[in-house]
């Protein structure tokens, strides 16, 4: 886990974010955590700031999270948003992950669950839950291993579909920008492409979502 983590928590029960300060205190190294109470109030707090990643509620108040996931991509906002929720309707699971969401974790999840996906999203995975529980699925990480892509080239891609430049690749996820180079590089040949959107249409073509 990577120091310095900013999180962005959006929920109007007031137990339940004291709760999640404590699971995500717990995660190890220098944490921040910002909080919202509303849809709205999210919203600007999340354009405004920088965050690596933002939990968030579907039932907010002013703007409840379905909208907010969509102002979020209508402004091409980068911050990884993962639902957590007390809705375990698998319509509104899709729809999260429709909307750009990169998780949806039920708030019967425990502690350890949350921690789990919050970390398997700053991979570049998607998480939902599974058929029997609170399991996550990895279907970005399945694709990545079938072809030949590691984890942090699955992010670096990802960044690299949102149009980044290599600079804004390597503030991102802490790297130097020949590290970065060296991974675009690298799925440049295991996708047999030779540019950034020959690559993008690649991916696409081989059902990366």
């Known amino acids: 886990m990577m120091a310095a983590m900013k999180i962005f928590l959006a929920d109007d029960h007031q137990l339940f974010l004291e709760g999640m ?3 995500l205190a717990n995660m190890g190294g220098d944490v921040q955590i910002d909080t919202a109470k509303n849809g ?3 919203f600007e707090r999340l354009t405004e700031g920088v965050y690596d990643i933002a939990l968030i509620d579907i039932r907010l108040p002013n703007l409840d999270g379905f909208s907010l996931l969509r102002e979020l991509s209508n402004t091409n906002n980068l911050t990884p948003v993962i639902i957590v929720t007390a809705s375990e309707d698998p319509q509104d699971i899709q729809l999260a992950i429709d909307l750009g969401a990169m998780g949806f974790v039920p708030k019967s999840s425990t502690g ?3 921690v789990t996906a919050i970390k398997c999203v700053l991979r570049g995975e998607v998480v939902r839950p599974g058929g029997k529980g609170n399991s996550s699925t990895n279907d970005c990480t399945n694709w990545a291993h079938q072809h030949d892509i590691t984890p942090r080239q699955l992010e670096v891609l990802r960044l690299i579909r949102h149009g980044l430049s290599n600079q804004a690749i390597a503030d991102k996820l802490h790297l130097s920008t020949a590290t970065v180079k060296t991974h675009i590089m690298a799925i440049f040949q295991a996708l047999n492409t030779q540019s950034r959107t020959e690559t ?5 073509q081989l059902g990366l979502d």
Do not use: G, L, P, T
């Open 21 to 23: 300060y404590s699971v």
């Open 40 to 42: 709205r109030e999210a």
């Open 112 to 114: 350890q669950q949350i």
């Open 200 to 204: 993008i249409r690649k991916a696409q």
